[in-house]
């Protein structure tokens, strides 16, 4: 089985610019989850996809991100435009059945993404 | 909402040493707790979870203690080895489809 797949693994970008992250879940799993850590700290909670709507955007710092998950299939994280505070690596997650983060998440490497 | 606090956050031990790491939580309703371990260039990975109704889980080397009284779970690895080295993170949930609350993270190292 294919695990949680994020590209790119690395993007450094200019402070204004755009930047769309993408992540490719495990076939099936039906939760898709956005989470980042800025270094040092927390994992923390972005936001939390059932197959292709937003069960939950709480954790969204703010409308300069977007994330879409068209089809139910993979999701796309665009920040636009970038800010200095943005950096820290993005990291996906997948779960099979809602009620999964009883178990546990399956996680992707992650994108680090520095903005200078 | 939930406040996970955890330490240390670098522990350095030598090989075959004992390492501890000890995480509190603030929500007296959660209940799950996981343990991950992110390694190099890598995702976090679940190593292990203990629910409430249970004190202490066991696996192989690997520990967790859980004292709901006083909010706090711990994390023990026995006979660290240097394929141990990670950065180790916990977390908190109410279980069921609420989104566990992370601690910070513990990097740790252990020297041959």
């Known amino acids: 089985e294919a695990g949680v797949t994020q590209f790119p693994s690395h993007s450094v970008i200019e402070k204004g610019q755009t930047v769309t992250l993408r992540c490719d879940p495990i076939s099936g799993h039906d939760n898709l989850y956005w989470y980042r850590r800025v270094m040092g700290k927390e994992i923390k909670f972005l936001l939390h996809f059932v197959k292709e709507s937003k069960q939950d955007e709480s954790g969204m710092p703010n409308n300069r991100f977007l994330a879409e998950r068209t089809g139910g299939t993979y999701s796309t994280l665009k920040v636009q435009p970038a800010e200095l505070e943005d950096s820290g690596v993005y990291f996906c997650?997948?779960?099979?059945?809602?009620?999964?983060?009883?178990?546990?998440?399956?996680f992707g490497s992650g994108t680090r993404l520095t903005v200078v | 909402g939930e406040n996970v606090e955890q330490h240390p956050s670098t522990l350095s031990v030598q090989e075959g040493d004992s390492a501890v790491i000890k995480c509190t939580y603030s929500d007296s309703a959660s209940n799950y707790f996981p343990w991950y371990k992110q390694e190099l260039g890598k995702g976090p990975q679940l190593i292990i979870d203990?629910?409430?109704?249970?004190g202490e889980k066991k696996d192989q080397r690997i520990a967790v203690t859980l004292n709901k009284t006083a909010k706090h779970f711990s994390l023990h690895i026995t006979e660290t080895q240097p394929e141990d080295s990670a950065v180790y993170f916990c977390?908190?949930?109410?279980?069921?489809?609420?989104?566990?609350?992370f601690g910070r993270g513990t990097s740790l190292i252990v020297h041959p």
């Open positions: 203990i629910r409430s109704n249970v």
């Open positions: 997650a997948s779960s099979q059945t809602p009620g999964q983060a009883n178990y546990g998440y399956t």
């Open positions: 977390a908190a949930s109410k279980g069921g489809s609420y989104i566990p609350t």
